[in-house]
């Protein structure tokens, strides 16, 4: 909801006398001592100024009330540009977002913002300021915007009557309760994690798939426990080769090495991917020298709340293994028995069958692989 102008204007008032506040010291303490020592200074000898201590006093206090104004504007600056907000504007619950994203405004934008405010304070002391503060009663558009908010390319909303748009978690829980658009069925796209002779595909691309794998499996309330998914029936086996005869080096190796602890992903889009051994997830996940993984799976995400390497994985025989690779919107996960909760950032994590885990706007179903090891836990 675009910010009403009684609150725009409250936020300012608060900012405003944050700033009066902080040169309190410049006002009260410059000012007498300056004029005490000008009455008392020897026109013919300007420079004995520096020898009065009420002189020397007056420009400590100065000093003193330019610093701590500078480095409130500043800090203002920053968190309008990087947060959206100011002192004031988060009292009374306003965010400032970037107006054609819908993203932070961004601290260069509203450093030109500012800059423009302080000249025209400057060139017409307090009036200066008027035609910006009351410009966005005039706002063609009727969306509240003003002078100032054209120049950041930004717009002010009102947080507390609709959802905080840096609030990463609300955003995510409001994503997930829209219904999400059915993908065209005419659209062909290469498969993630098979092919039609059944093979795991190694390479994984970005796009997203609505190839399937196995049938999930379920959660088995009564039994609190994982119910694995049904495994397809097999084809008949060919006819077994005379006791005689032995069996190939290659089939004697096959035969004395089990199957890795696997595990399938069932992502939001009806993609499902089967894994083994360890490996990054993200939007354009890179191994790191000096790190060994299986796999480096590129997630597409279309809220962009994916990190770059967002999280990593690893299978093994006691289940699958999460890690918050320091991403910027977390991994959440969601267990089969309703509990929430997030990862602490690179602190493996032991996930249980079956739950759902959100990376940025994202999320997965973990299956066990019911063609490996895994299958059988």
């Keep these: 909801m675009p910010a009403r102008p009684g609150l725009r204007s409250l936020a300012f008032a608060i900012d405003a006398a944050i700033v009066l506040l902080l040169t309190l010291p410049m ?41 701590l104004l500078m480095i409130f504007l500043l800090v203002q600056l920053i968190l309008h540009g990087r947060r959206g907000i100011t002192v004031g504007k988060a009292i009374v619950g306003l965010r400032s977002v970037n107006v054609v994203r819908f993203t932070k405004p961004g601290f260069w934008r509203m450093f030109m913002r500012g800059v423009i405010f302080w000249a025209s304070l400057t060139i017409v002391p307090i009036l200066g300021a008027v035609p910006f503060l009351l410009s966005p009663l005039w706002d063609p558009q009727k969306r509240g915007r003003g002078w100032l908010d054209r120049v950041g390319g930004n717009w002010l909303i009102d947080a507390r009557r609709g959802l905080d748009p840096f609030d990463t978690k609300a955003m995510r829980h409001a994503r997930r309760r829209l219904e999400k658009p059915e993908v065209e069925a005419e659209q062909r796209m290469p498969s993630l994690a098979t092919t039609t002779s059944g093979a795991v595909v190694d390479f994984v691309p970005a796009g997203r798939s609505r190839s399937g794998v196995v049938a999930p499996g379920g959660y088995d309330n ?129 996930i249980p069958w079956g739950s759902t885990v959100t990376l940025g706007g994202r999320t997965l179903t973990l299956v066990p692989d019911p063609q490996s090891n895994g299958g059988n836990r």
């Design 222 to 350: 009564a039994a609190e426990a994982w119910v694995p998914p049904p495994i397809a029936e097999m084809p008949a086996a060919a006819p077994a080769q005379p006791a005689h005869q032995p069996r190939p080096p290659a089939q004697q190796a096959a035969a004395a090495s089990p199957a890795k602890p696997g595990a399938i992903f069932e992502f939001d889009d009806g993609a499902k991917l089967r894994v083994s051994g360890s490996g990054l997830l993200g939007r354009a996940p890179q191994i790191p020298q000096g790190e060994a993984f299986d796999h480096a799976i590129p997630v597409a995400d279309e809220t962009l709340m994916i990190s770059k390497t967002h999280a990593q994985f690893e299978v093994d025989d006691s289940g699958c293994w999460f890690t918050d690779r320091g991403s910027v919107n977390g991994v959440e996960v969601v267990k089969p028995g309703g509990s929430t909760g997030d990862l602490v950032p690179w602190e493996r994590s032991l």
């Design 27 to 67: 006002t009260l303490g410059t000012l007498p001592l300056w004029m005490g020592a000008l009455a008392s200074v020897n026109p013919a000898d300007p420079l004995s100024l520096l020898a009065d201590d009420g002189f020397v006093w007056g420009a400590i206090f100065y000093g003193i009330g330019q610093l």
